[in-house]
């Protein structure tokens, strides 16, 4: 059964919706009470603080289209391709643009809430993170939860959360963007070495799905088909998103922290005493 994608199929969820105004809110709120400042150090990611808001709307922007625009709306009915693309964004797009766009913030009072902030501390360093990261991009891919999320939207708005969760949990180990007295920098090497573990089981299950012969997943084998991509096609470009471009992303973020090193190793914090990749 053929199927058709258009303009039109825009979903406008009211709570996707509330949620980004909520955020957005959140940081007028924090640049008014002069939380994120213009004297700000940004050197490790950005010329100047200006950028920060422009990062941050952009990340927003892109978070919106992944959960509103017909990319919604074909990954959850159509094709699994279009699912990979939803989830690519809201993992590895979104929450690196919107931490960019408080990158150089001070640190919070310390005594608030200082047990949650160990957490958070210990959550968001390199090993941790990239293991919570991985381990639930692929617990999520097994076909029964899978299916389950497509069937079941309680689940499926579960999985999302736990994405963009885990997405903001490894971001924030390679952003690093709280600095401050009293802060323990994340070195450019070990970013780098978080962005290098984290893409191999992802680049190990894209390439699955791009050479597998059969669909994995039986709600896209059974779904009406779309722009006449057979299940196992659409599976295979699914693959190609999920490994090329995601690749892409941690290529040009090491890209980016090799440049700033060259550029400048003091801003880098080449020098700083860090607690190695696996604390």
Not at 3 to 31: C, H, K, N, Q, R
Not at 80 to 92: A, D, G, K, P
Not at 139 to 168: C, K, M, Q, S
Request: aromatic share 10%; proline share 8%; with cysteine.
């Amino acid at each position: 059964m053929k199927a058709s994608l258009g303009l039109g199929d825009w979903t406008f969820e009211p709570t996707v919706t509330l949620g980004l105004v909520a955020l957005v809110a959140a940081y007028v709120i924090a640049v008014r009470r002069g939380w994120l400042r213009r004297d700000d150090d940004v050197s490790p990611w950005l010329g100047s603080t200006r950028w920060r808001a422009w990062m941050f709307g952009l990340g927003v922007l892109t978070a919106f289209l992944a959960l509103e625009s017909p990319v919604d709306t074909g990954g959850d009915n159509y094709l699994l391709s279009l699912h990979m693309v939803q989830h690519l964004v809201l993992m590895m797009v979104s929450p690196p643009l919107v931490l960019l766009g408080i990158c150089g913030m001070r640190p919070p009072d310390p005594a608030r809430a200082p047990g949650l902030r160990r957490l958070w501390t210990a959550s968001t360093r390199p090993l941790p993170a990239t293991v919570l990261f991985n381990a639930v991009l692929l617990v999520w891919h097994i076909p029964t939860l899978y299916d389950t999320t497509l069937r079941n939207e309680a689940a499926h708005i579960v999985e999302h959360v736990t994405f963009i969760a885990v997405g903001v949990v490894l971001w924030w180990a390679v952003v690093d963007p709280i600095r401050g007295e009293g802060t323990t920098p994340i070195s450019p090497f070990q970013k780098i070495a978080a962005l290098a573990v984290a893409g191999v089981p992802p680049t190990v299950l894209g390439l699955i799905f791009s050479v597998a012969s059969n669909p994995f997943y039986e709600f896209y084998a059974r779904a009406p088909r779309l722009w006449g991509l057979s299940p196992v096609t659409d599976q295979q470009v699914a693959g190609v998103v999920m490994f090329g471009l995601g690749n892409l992303i941690y290529f040009a973020a090491i890209s980016v922290i090799f440049w700033r090193i060259l550029g400048n190793p003091a801003d880098d914090d080449i020098e700083a005493v860090a607690p190695p990749f696996m604390g």
